[in-house]
């Protein structure tokens, strides 16, 4: 499967690495790129060989700096809403995925970006990764997740904050809010991914698999379901393979 938009590679421990590849648009998202992505998630998913994702923008100076503004000023109410819808599904999809996903951030992650690397399970930006929802600045409002994401991830307050003015925040500041995990030097940033998720590698696949389904059904529909899946997940767990094998070890 080859893609527009998209460098997909992996390497012998199964991890892929997923490059936005538009760096003459500080890899903007278009409709395109959305259906690329959308691929790259189908591939994840359902290719056994790949066992773990680090999505990252080619060029060094974005991650994502938003949607592509060309393509959003051709269109219309209805088509703008479609395009909303459509990407919406596809970083739902990427958020729901069962093996670990890593954004790699250098440069801006802006608007559409910073919606994209919130649908990671991990964030590790550069010293020189920049932050922001700025599309009050544009008249627009968030298309892609930001206004449920955002106040989950960081708080009502501080998402109220960045979304109502626009601002960006640099790595340090991301890192104090709680937006990234990780800040590591520049040339440091794919290599600490690559480590991070070879330590979750090391782990059952079955037990984060689950430990994920489980923090995305509290998250989802509330604590009491979110408890009752942990049960089941922790019965299931309890008698795989997985665990007898690790208790031993």
């Not at 936005?20 to 359902?46: F, Q, T, Y």
């Not at 790699?104 to 559409?112: E, N, R, S, V």
């Not at 979304?163 to 794919?190: C, F, K, Q, W």
Request: proline share 4%; charged share 25%; glycine share 12%.
């Amino acid at each position: 499967m080859s893609f527009s938009h998209i460098l997909f590679e992996t390497n012998e421990d199964g991890i892929a690495l997923v490059t936005i590849n538009r760096p003459e648009k500080r890899n903007a998202l278009n409709r395109a790129l959305i259906e690329d992505l959308r691929g790259v998630v189908d591939r994840v998913a359902d290719d056994p060989s790949v066992r773990a994702m680090i999505l990252t923008g080619a060029g060094g100076k974005a991650f994502v700096a938003g949607a592509d503004i060309s393509e959003i000023e051709a269109a219309g109410a209805m088509e703008s809403e479609r395009l909303s819808t459509l990407g919406q599904g596809v970083f739902r999809d990427l958020e729901k995925l069962r093996k670990p996903t890593v954004a790699a951030i250098h440069g801006y992650a802006l608007g559409g970006g910073l919606e994209l690397a919130m649908c990671c399970h991990i964030r590790v930006a550069g010293p020189n990764a920049k932050f922001g929802q700025p599309e009050v600045k544009l008249g627009l409002t968030p298309g892609y997740g930001a206004t449920q994401r955002l106040p989950r991830l960081i708080g009502r307050g501080r998402a109220l904050e960045l979304l109502m003015s626009g601002d960006t925040v640099d790595a340090s500041e991301a890192y104090r809010y709680g937006l990234v995990n990780y800040v590591t030097p520049h040339d440091e940033v794919i290599p600490f991914c690559r480590q991070w998720v070879r330590k979750v590698l090391a782990n059952s696949p079955v037990a984060v698999g689950l430990t994920l389904q489980a923090v995305d059904a509290g998250a989802d529909q509330g604590i009491d379901v979110g408890l009752r899946f942990e049960s089941i997940a922790f019965g299931l767990s309890s008698s795989s393979d997985d665990r007898r094998e690790g208790t031993r070890a």
